[in-house]
């Protein structure tokens, strides 16, 4: 009887220490699990032992453009010359009233282009993304009938050959990277082009 009981003394120590070894490695199991920034609302993570992708807000949402209007009538009473070096032989003129500013950032208008010494007149339907420093071709006037761009494509006004689309962003419709407040500012801006960038 008195040997069962030192036996039983002689592996408490050794029981509680196992215990407490199992105990600590418990806890330490729970502080990696509860450390870092896992996302626990998604259960993949674990699986795959590392944090899931950051999750998507409604403004990461890819950028589209809306439905485009048709051109919209334009009058060449109405035009308002754009700023443009004086050794072109085309001048470019905004129907103010055309100008539109859309929900998605972009400006849209109608520019025409005239010789200096008279002849033709030619019109586009365009659209600048301030955003961007892009522009679009939607459609393009010519005798007396607008024809659709066959497959109308953003390109960046720094790649454009034709200076007034860029002469049109900075001078007037653009203030940094978003469209000015108003088309009422817009035209102002187009009558006194501003010198700078804003």
Request: aromatic share 8%; glycine share 6%.
């Amino acid at each position: 009887m008195n040997l069962l009981s030192k036996t039983t003394r002689h592996h408490r120590p050794f029981r509680r220490s196992a215990e407490r070894v199992l105990l600590l490695a418990c806890f330490g199991i729970l502080a990696g699990c509860a450390s870092g920034p896992h996302d626990t609302d998604n259960p993949d993570w674990a699986q795959a032992g590392m944090p899931p992708p950051p999750k998507r807000y409604e403004t990461d949402k890819e950028w589209e453009e809306t439905a485009t209007p048709p051109p919209p009538a334009f009058s060449e009473s109405r035009l308002l010359p754009i700023e443009m070096p004086p050794y072109m032989s085309l001048k470019f003129g905004i129907d103010p009233q055309t100008i539109a500013i859309t929900g998605d950032g972009i400006v849209r208008y109608v520019v025409v282009a005239q010789n200096r010494s008279g002849g033709a007149t030619n019109a586009f339907y365009e659209g600048i993304r301030c955003s961007t420093a892009e522009m679009k071709s939607y459609a393009r006037y010519n005798n007396g009938t607008w024809q659709d761009v066959t497959k109308p494509e953003w390109k960046r006004l720094s790649d454009m050959n034709s200076s007034y689309t860029r002469k049109l962003a900075t001078q007037a419709l653009c203030r940094g990277n978003a469209p000015r407040a108003s088309v009422g500012d817009m035209v102002q801006n187009i009558r006194n082009p501003v010198r700078e960038v804003q």
